[in-house]
């Protein structure tokens, strides 16, 4: 990225989006380190607290610090929503790659599959995945991911079938490289992109996805807790406590919107139909 | 008669692609309910001890007898006469369960998706008119926002601002009468709405401004039609393909897709009865709304692909997709 682009990509909105987001990253990773208590420890003498020095967002109906529950449940649904994506990749972008780069049998097979997994609306397969193998982050994760892989299969399907056809991959078929190398050292960084605009994009979804599965109880399972089962459980808080009850809402909403103003810029970046609207603007004066 | 790219032989390709997918969703969902292991008649006693005799009766009676091939049989020519059999908590007919639910879930969507058009098409036609000015600014701004939160997030947001701004509302009303349900239903319909909106909104203003840039509007112009015109009856003509698109998954998917926002109103809508039925391995009811549900959002999609398609032609021949 050279100084003229980076300057296009980093408008002030993406700045502060990659601000949040890298504060959201970090605060998750280390929440062990930052919170100032045992987000599962009840403390009965200390119930329904005003926020305080000691208790920056007060404490819960059983005593609990609502900023460390807020900090452990952050790193539940930042964490749980990239191994979402990270499993729907891992799964979907090889898938893709095979089946749009060899077609036949092997492509209308993963055609047909990703078609019964797509007529599923929203989370419903999810939620059958984890009536049936139990509730819990790792279900969960691996349910709302399973949904996840036909898109990224399907993305990355068409995104090699419009490289396949181009001169550098004919050379190199010609020069004896193997299929092997062809497909993951040299059509895969050309289609990283576009994957990863639609990836980034993605992990917002899957904080979302992950959230509500906890919000209706069929997510996380005590003691884990994450922003969405929080929501729940602060629900008839809302009448006399509405900023502690609405918190996690407001976190998932903020990381939201920065990984959509990221994604959008993303886009914007990679896309040379978005940046020829601004000749357009011009010409109509 | 039927030559390749031809309307009807789409149409019939469509048909097909659906009961296929039908009959695999259905293969799916019965198999896998089966992998959990849990013994429906454990679930039919629910806790109760029972002899040799009742539960030989039972398994008689939900047809668990059977091998599970022809379970599965009988399951499916029973749908196909609109009969989804008994439930395992009540011994009920299963449509009697569903029934009253879809009473609810049904108005809401309705309500949502009304209130959705009505609203998101002249918030992206404003957009895309006013691009780069204030006002497209600050609507795309709360666009991104709409889009970003969920909506039990949304629906808390709206019950604690609310209930600060006038006390006096009721969020958990009583059924009675048409009025009393629109009193009940609005409030969960325009949060529902809300994401739906933000959503259809961006696809009309990316599309939108394509199109007010592409040639045939630049024509349109020289050739002195009025800019109303050049918007409302020709640009946004080619935007309703997309947004048609992207609305029928959307709403097709609210069935049990409004269960989280159903959840907070306390709305009693085929997605709460469906999380309880998995809660309680109740698999003829999972069963019954996985079907529905699916049946719902394929005839939705596909019957918006098929106008797309006579609408378009090119569509039909494989040329261009709106996905």
């Known amino acids: 990225m050279n100084k003229k682009s980076a300057s296009a990509f980093f408008t002030p909105a993406v700045a502060i989006s990659c601000i949040i987001l890298a504060a959201v990253t970090i605060i998750s990773l280390f929440a062990p380190l930052i919170a100032p208590y045992d987000p599962t420890a009840t403390d009965l003498s200390a119930t329904m607290l005003y926020p305080s020095r000691e208790h920056l967002f007060g404490t819960d109906q059983t005593g609990r610090d609502i900023f460390s529950r807020m900090l452990f449940g952050g790193r539940t649904t930042i964490l749980g929503a990239f191994a979402i994506v990270l499993f729907s990749m891992a799964v979907g972008i090889p898938a893709g790659l095979i089946s749009g780069y060899f077609g036949g049998f092997a492509d209308k097979l993963l055609m047909r599959i990703t078609d019964v997994v797509i007529s599923f609306p929203t989370l419903l397969l999810a939620f059958i995945f984890v009536g049936i193998f139990g509730r819990g982050l790792h279900n969960s994760v691996l349910a709302i991911g399973i949904v996840y892989i036909p898109m990224t299969a399907r993305l990355t399907r068409s995104l090699t079938l419009s490289e396949k056809n181009k001169g550098y991959v004919e050379a190199l078929k010609t020069s004896g490289c193997p299929t092997r190398k062809i497909l993951f050292l040299q059509i895969l960084p050309n289609c990283i992109p576009t994957l990863s605009s639609q990836l980034t994009l993605d992990i917002g979804y899957a904080i979302i996805d992950l959230a509500s599965m906890s919000f209706i109880g069929l997510g996380v399972k005590l003691p884990e807790c994450d922003w969405g089962a929080m929501l729940e459980e602060s629900r008839n808080l809302i009448f006399t406590r509405p900023l502690s009850a609405l918190a996690p809402g407001i976190a998932i909403a903020v990381t939201v919107i920065s990984i959509n103003i990221l994604s959008d810029g993303v886009q914007r970046y990679i896309d040379p139909t978005r940046r020829k609207l601004k000749r357009s603007v011009l010409r109509f004066g | ?323």
Not at chain 2, 13 to 39: K, N, P
Request: with cysteine; proline share 4%; hydrophobic share 50%.
């Open chain 2, 1 to 323: 008669m039927k030559k390749r790219g031809g309307l009807a032989s789409y149409i019939l390709g469509r048909i097909a692609a659906f009961v296929m997918t039908l009959f695999a969703v259905s293969l799916l969902i019965f198999f896998l309910e089966r992998l959990s292991g849990v013994d429906p008649v454990a679930v039919v006693l629910g806790g109760k001890r029972a002899n040799e005799e009742t539960i030989a009766l039972l398994r008689e009676r939900f047809g668990l007898d059977l091998p599970l091939w022809q379970q599965y049989l009988r399951w499916v020519a029973g749908m196909l006469r609109g009969d989804f059999g008994l439930d395992f908590n009540y011994q009920q007919p299963v449509w009697s369960l569903i029934l009253p639910r879809l009473g609810i879930t049904l108005p809401l969507i309705l309500m949502a998706s009304l209130i959705t058009v009505a609203v998101s098409v002249p918030v992206g036609v404003v957009c895309a008119v006013k691009q780069g000015k204030a006002a497209d600014t600050a609507l795309s701004a709360l666009c991104l926002a709409g889009v970003s939160c969920p909506g039990f997030f949304v629906s808390m947001l709206a019950i604690a601002v609310i209930s600060r701004i006038a006390p006096s509302v009721r969020f958990t009303g009583s059924f009675s009468g048409f009025s009393g349900m629109m009193e009940r239903l609005l409030l969960p319909a325009v949060c529902i709405a809300l994401g739906m909106i933000a959503l259809g909104a961006r696809v009309i203003r990316s599309k939108m401004i394509t199109e007010l840039d592409s040639d045939y509007v630049l024509f349109a112009r020289a050739g002195g039609i009025s800019e109303r015109k050049v918007v409302f009856s020709k640009a946004l003509k080619s935007c309703i393909i997309p947004y048609s698109s992207v609305m029928s998954i959307q709403i097709g998917s609210l069935l049990v897709g409004a269960v989280t926002v159903e959840e907070v109103f306390s709305l009693q809508g085929l997605g709460s009865l469906l999380i309880d039925s998995i809660q309680g391995s109740n698999y003829p009811v999972t069963q019954a709304i996985t079907m529905i549900t699916v049946f719902f959002f394929l005839l939705l999609t596909t019957a918006v692909d098929i106008i797309i398609a006579a609408v378009d032609p090119r569509v039909r021949k494989g040329e261009a997709s709106y996905e």
